[in-house]
């Protein structure tokens, strides 16, 4: 297909590196195409244009978040400090066999006696 990049045995060496800073100049079409080599994606043009406008807003979610985060912050998995709100896991006593019978609308041999669903062959 000509309209297609079709991804090639050898991978050619990546444009520069994203570095600090607007991540969308340095994601252009070219570095779109040659990750999508690297994974073995073939894309349109039309593709990779969209792509790399797409993947250079994510880029900026992440390189913004970065630049807020600094090191006298502690990290956290949750913004608000959790707490254990279940009870102690205590055994207690179950039901005996004739307790939990005992509310069967049948009973056979200690048992619930269920109807039949399935056919036997």
């Given amino acids: 297909m000509a309209d297609t990049l079709e991804p ?10 994203v ?3 607007r991540a969308s100049e340095h994601l252009d079409r070219d570095r779109v195409a040659h990750l999508a080599g690297l994974a073995r ?9 969209r792509l790399a406008g797409e993947l250079s807003v994510v880029l900026d979610a992440v390189a913004l978040v970065q630049e ?3 090191d006298d912050l502690p990290a956290t998995s949750h913004p608000v ?19 939990a019978l005992s509310g069967a609308p049948a009973e056979q041999d200690g048992r619930f006696r269920v109807p ?6």
């Avoid at 994606?41 to 244009?49: G, K, S, Y």
């Avoid at 039949?116 to 062959?121: A, C, G, P, V």
């Fill in 8 to 17: 090639g045995p050898a991978a050619q060496p990546a444009p520069g590196p």
């Fill in 19 to 21: 570095t600090a800073g």
């Fill in 41 to 49: 994606i073939a894309l349109t043009p039309a593709e990779l244009d």
């Fill in 68 to 70: 807020v985060a600094t």
């Fill in 81 to 99: 400090p959790l707490r254990n709100v279940v009870r102690a896991d205590v055994p207690v006593p179950g039901l005996t066999a004739a307790e």
């Fill in 116 to 121: 039949r669903i399935l056919e036997e062959d």
